[in-house]
């Protein structure tokens, strides 16, 4: 071993010892005759001295490191005059009396320190380095510990990790695949999955009756923020199992890796919404329940006192914003002009005012009174200082557009502290969704997922309102987890498949592995997948995924490190049989 210890383990008890640390440099300074380095590893940092009075040429050699040199150092441990009491190690520093350097460095291309001057571009292309800051490490350390407490926590319930393929078959649903080109059997191609659906289904057809793996995945989107194109899962399946057992389960794990990491005793189940109900109250299917504020229907009550706008409205909804009755003219023209931003899309915005006075004020005041506003208000639940928020129209929008709205309301009055969390569970989502351009039925969640047994009927008669046993798990606003018990019937997939609008060739040609597979006595079973990379970077109090991923992609794609995704030779084109088509120029 080069070393006798890390940079992060010496305290104030070890003064007296001879060591030997070994580190990149991250900073020196020389003081008058003394010259101070910051030594880091993994662990910590641990200032080295060097005493130009007691070795003028050690402390000379000192002078010359440039950062990010790697060093070896020998010394004694001893008290530090000047204490730093926020770091373990700032008690102590190494008076040392040999030094070699390993490796010299170029002039890093920007500062390796917590806060960093490099651009998000720089810091990507030499993730390497960015890597060793504290705040990108400890993330990375972070991700570790999580994966860690899952593999302890599945295997104490008797889960086993299967690894599946990693090359698979393409399929027409869900997301775009990425394809591999095949050169042992030129012009055919394998795809990378964009999760083990299937397989980890056929893991239960063959009796691993309790199986997880945290597992890479791909999917080839566009970007949308905080997206990657392989990202990881922790994929679960169980069978012999009702809806229930799975939330029970997977609540339990949940509650596990919050009391591990964070060290929050979630001792009250998880509150359990119907998509219906989170839709009607919240705008959406992901709601973030650590602030109150639903939506209140007000359709009725509204309509026929003159206004147009809420007279020819499909659907009138409000909020209150609790103690907002004092937002100027100017916020109130802001929350306007962010609702009717086009991805929002909102016509405009109707506030009604409870001054602490008890007055009501509004901006339809034209049409409304003091009493009809009465009604209104406590129809809406407010009271004296609150600010209530009214946009009608067509019913979806407006609550989407109420539900931005609510966060955004969320945001400004601080009630999403990140520090919160508050989960639940939403079940009965629909199973399908109409596509209006495609003019067909698509799965909600995925074509193996099972109808809730009541509504087996109307999957001929009324596809639309039939309801999938699915649930995912939503922590913030944030969808963590999904899932769903699986058609475990030939008959009832091969119906999935019509109403999805595939016929029985396409339908076995894609899946006829699992159709057949069927054939041969599968058991009832579910499961469900969380978004690993996401819960990671929420236990780390932060929203963007990608400082918890060691290497990711840009928002383009790209892997500014490695720089690819890059052409291949001639010869590995031949190989494959493969063409590229020459982009058309356009001048
Ligand atoms: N495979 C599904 C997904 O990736 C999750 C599941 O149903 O288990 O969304």
Redesign the pocket.
Known sequence: MYRTHTCGELTIRNTGIDVTLCGWVQKSRDLGGMTFVDLRDRYGLTQLVFNMETDAALCGQARKLGREFVVRATGRVRERSNKNLKIPTGEIEIEVNEFSILNSSELPPFTIEEETDGGEELRMKYRYLDLRRTPVKNNIILRYRVAREVRKYMDSIDFIEVETPILIKSTPEGARDFVVPSRLQPGTFYALPQ?P?TLKQLLMVSGFDRYFQIVRCFRDEDLRADRQPEFT?I?CEMSFVERDDILDTFEGLAKYLFRQIRNIDFTEPFRRLSYQEAIESYGTDKPDLRFGMRINDITVIAKGHGFSVFDTAEYIGAICAGGCSDYTRKQIDELTEFVKRPQIGAKGLIYIRYDADGLLKSSVDKFYNQVDLGVLASRINAVKGDLMLVIAGEKMKTLTALSELRLEIGNRQKLRNKEIFAPLWVVDFPLLEWDKEEKRYFAM??PFTSPRPEDIPLMETDPGRVRANAYDLVINGVEIG???IRIHDTSLQRLMFKVLGFTEEEANAQFGFLLNAFRYGAPPHG???FGFDRWVAMFGGQDSIRDFIAFPKNNSGRDMMLDTPAPISEKQLGELKIEIKKEEKRD
């Open positions: 999760s659906q899962q994929d969640h995925h999904g899932g769903s499961g469900i997948a």
